[in-house]
């Protein structure tokens, strides 16, 4: 299986228009791909709390049209990261977009633990409540988003709901980027699955970003990781492995809790 995580830059002085089109460019370059994954709210991103009101959409808003439209055109799944959705009722979520090769929605997801701290994200934004695994010819994804990465019992439910391949866009700040890395390859041990962690670089909303999108296997190998800037990072592994890891060491057999 080949993978392909867009590690995009935000840069203040790019308009989410034409953001939203070079990225979209960048997907179909991936043709070829069997899964291409972008980071948490890189429209807006995600440390700009002011804008995420300003530019909330509709789930069906441009950020789907233009999304489904690349993943079709590339012939790939995609993981579009998420966006600031907002619902008829006015509330806003931090929504996860994945679309079939065919450029349907095959699933979204609502963030469910917001970062912040009693600010932020934290009050601006609704908290989801469902978890999400989607079925691709080769994988079970399970779905989750950045800050979730600091919960295990999220990762356990997904690998209950049949996740092979956890999948964690994000905007990551540089200042916790050991965190990124140290976090990402356990959730990979301790579920004996793959992790496909998507980032974003640069600096957006004065908050430098950790980059180092990174991809790793069902024993806690590092299989690629990228540096700070935006960069496309390629991978190719074997979804099968997930099963030998899980039968030559049942660990996970041996759960009590």
Excluded at 162 to 186: D, F, K, M, N, Y
Excluded at 190 to 202: D, K, R
Excluded at 203 to 213: I, L
Aim: aromatic share 8%; with cysteine.
């Amino acid at each position: 299986m080949r993978a392909s995580l867009i590690q995009i830059a935000v840069d203040e002085d790019e308009s989410v228009e034409t953001r939203r089109l070079r990225v979209a460019s960048l997907v179909r370059e991936q043709a070829g791909a069997d899964l291409v994954v972008l980071p948490e709210l890189w429209t807006t991103g995600a440390f700009a709390f002011e804008e995420f009101a300003g530019q909330a959409e509709p789930l069906e808003g441009p950020t789907h049209e233009v999304m489904a439209k690349a993943a079709s055109d590339a012939g790939v799944w995609l993981h579009a990261g998420s966006i600031p959705e907002r619902t008829p009722d006015g509330t806003l979520y931090n929504t996860s977009l994945l679309f079939s090769p065919s450029g349907e929605r095959a699933a979204s997801y609502r963030k469910i633990h917001r970062f912040g701290f009693d600010k932020g994200e934290a009050v601006l934004m609704g908290r989801g409540e469902d978890l999400v695994t989607v079925r691709l010819p080769e994988t079970t994804l399970g779905v989750a988003t950045c800050y979730d990465l600091r919960f295990p019992e999220l990762f356990r439910g997904l690998v209950d709901a049949g996740a092979e391949t956890l999948v964690i866009p994000a905007g990551w700040p540089e200042r916790r980027r050991e965190h990124w890395t140290l976090l990402a390859r356990a959730r990979a041990v301790e579920n004996q699955a793959f992790v496909l962690a998507c980032g974003t670089a640069g600096t957006h909303a004065r908050v430098p970003q950790a980059g180092h999108s990174i991809v790793v296997d069902p024993w806690g190998q590092v299989l690629a990781e990228a540096g700070a800037a935006e960069e496309v990072l390629t991978v190719e592994f074997d979804p099968g492995k997930v099963a030998v890891t899980r039968e030559q060491f049942p660990a996970l057999k041996d759960r009590v809790l």
